[in-house]
């Protein structure tokens, strides 16, 4: 199905709100789009940058939808893409999860400064999926995309944002100000061999 054809019947749709990336301090990107995902990105070859990150699989139009509205639904995934305006390429995405929590009351703080009653959020945000096309690394367009994370979450009203990764890219996200704080350093796995041999992750 031609992609014309395709919008007819299920018009384009991004993540989450775009007007919430305008909010943000970010720096000035010439010749670069900062957006949301959208429903059409299967066709851009979203999936296919992905790849560069850790094995994709076959996944159909069909199943990419399915998971795209079920996380619009869900209202805290915010995947962003930086796409090449000048040859519509996806250049770069990442993911921010804001977790919804019980605990903190709700994630919802009472500040009472001078007797006003405020409400702020403390929500804990996760950077995951961060991936450059191989063609555009070295241009500090990795260290975009989680900047682009790290503004939205303290827009959103995260408290944290946390992540992990391999031992060598430990440097590239310190740089970007990313501590191991001194006894709170600790990241446990747990494997499920089975599950994990299939799927050769
Ligand atoms: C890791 C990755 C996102 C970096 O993107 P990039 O656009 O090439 O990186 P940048 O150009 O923004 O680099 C920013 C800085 O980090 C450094 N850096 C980049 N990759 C690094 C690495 N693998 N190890 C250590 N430092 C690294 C750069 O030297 C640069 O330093 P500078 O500011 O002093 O010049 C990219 O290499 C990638 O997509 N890799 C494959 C997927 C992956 O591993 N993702 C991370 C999952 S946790």
Do not use: W
């Given at each position: 199905?031609?992609?014309?054809?395709?919008?007819?019947?299920?018009?384009?749709?991004?993540?989450?709100?775009?007007?919430?990336?305008?909010?943000?301090?970010?720096?000035?990107?010439?010749?670069?789009?900062?957006?949301?995902?959208?429903?059409?990105?299967?066709?851009?070859?979203?999936?296919?940058?992905?790849?560069?990150?850790?094995?994709?699989?076959?996944?159909?139009?069909?199943?990419?939808l399915?998971?795209?509205?079920?996380?619009?639904?869900?209202?805290?995934?915010?995947?962003?893409?930086?796409?090449?305006v000048?040859?519509?390429?996806?250049?770069?995405?990442?993911?921010?999860?804001?977790?919804?929590?019980?605990?903190?009351?709700?994630?919802?703080?009472?500040?009472?400064?001078?007797?006003?009653?405020?409400?702020?959020?403390?929500?804990r945000?996760?950077?995951?999926?961060?991936?450059?096309?191989?063609?555009?690394?070295?241009?500090?367009?990795?260290?975009?995309?989680?900047?682009?994370?790290?503004?939205?979450?303290?827009?959103?009203?995260?408290?944290?944002?946390?992540?992990?990764?391999?031992?060598?890219?430990?440097?590239?996200?310190?740089?970007?100000?990313?501590?191991?704080?001194?006894?709170?350093?600790?990241?446990?796995?747990?494997?499920f061999?089975?599950?994990?041999?299939?799927?050769?992750l």
């Amino acid at each position: 199905m031609k992609r014309n054809e395709k919008c007819l019947e299920d018009p384009e749709t991004d993540l989450f709100n775009p007007n919430v990336l305008k909010q943000l301090s970010l720096p000035q990107t010439d010749g670069l789009s900062i957006r949301p995902l959208k429903s059409e990105d299967y066709d851009r070859g979203f999936l296919q940058l992905l790849a560069q990150l850790t094995e994709v699989g076959n996944v159909s139009r069909e199943q990419f939808l399915s998971r795209f509205h079920m996380m619009k639904n869900a209202g805290n995934y915010y995947v962003i893409i930086i796409e090449d305006v000048n040859d519509e390429k996806l250049v770069a995405t990442a993911t921010l999860i804001v977790e919804q929590k019980f605990i903190h009351n709700c994630a919802v703080y009472i500040v009472e400064p001078l007797s006003i009653r405020a409400k702020t959020l403390l929500q804990r945000g996760r950077l995951e999926d961060v991936v450059v096309n191989s063609e555009y690394r070295g241009k500090h367009l990795g260290k975009l995309a989680v900047k682009i994370i790290l503004e939205l979450s303290r827009y959103l009203g995260c408290y944290k944002l946390t992540l992990d990764c391999k031992d060598r890219l430990i440097p590239f996200y310190e740089s970007l100000g990313f501590k191991r704080e001194p006894n709170n350093a600790n990241y446990l796995n747990m494997r499920f061999p089975a599950i994990a041999e299939q799927s050769h992750l």
